[in-house]
């Protein structure tokens, strides 16, 4: 099923998605790679508050190359997700609604989801550069001495995603080798 959401991501609308629903985003998300959820981790741990308010923003997992002359940004496509598994429960545990990247997810983060009513997004690998045509501006908004690995926040036009993990647990990558599986 095709459906237009609007970013940030309430619960609501979480709950409402299913995986394999083609979905367009537009609205604010922002960016967050290895070394800005560290960074985010760290600060928490030092009883910090994180650099932006996490409740019902969408995080994608992605780094850009620079922007060509004209273009708010470069090259746009995810990172794999499990890189970001041991940040993502408490990030979900204080309201992050939504997470953006490629491939599987640890049993803990999929148990956060669940628990959270939240939704993990697959954009495709290797469409980078078509992906970054949905993305009207770009602003560095925190760790810029990341370099690509700093937060930003993007506002995004039709952000084609597909659900992959669910509100109820239900995971794509898993239903769909079942049913290659019949064939």
Request: charge should be neutral; charged fraction near 25%; hydrophobic fraction near 35%.
């Amino acid at each position: 099923m095709d459906r237009h959401i609007s970013a940030p991501v309430g619960r609501e609308t979480a709950e409402e998605l299913r995986a394999g629903d083609y979905v367009y985003i537009t609205g604010t998300i922002y960016t967050a790679r290895d070394a800005g959820h560290k960074r985010m981790y760290e600060t928490l741990r030092e009883g910090g508050d994180l650099p932006i308010n996490i409740e019902g923003q969408a995080i994608y997992y992605m780094g850009p190359s620079p922007a060509r002359e004209g273009r708010p940004i470069g090259s746009a496509g995810p990172t794999t997700a499990s890189r970001m598994d041991k940040y993502t429960p408490e990030l979900l545990d204080l309201g992050m609604g939504a997470m953006i990247g490629k491939g599987k997810r640890s049993q803990e983060v999929i148990d956060a989801v669940v628990r959270n009513k939240a939704v993990y997004f697959a954009a495709v690998g290797g469409a980078g550069a078509l992906l970054s045509k949905c993305i009207t501006s770009s602003e560095i908004v925190a760790y810029e001495d990341l370099g690509t690995e700093a937060i930003r926040k993007l506002t995004v036009v039709n952000l084609p995603v597909i659900v992959v993990i669910d509100s109820k647990g239900n995971n794509l990558y898993e239903t769909a080798v079942k049913e290659y599986r019949k064939i």
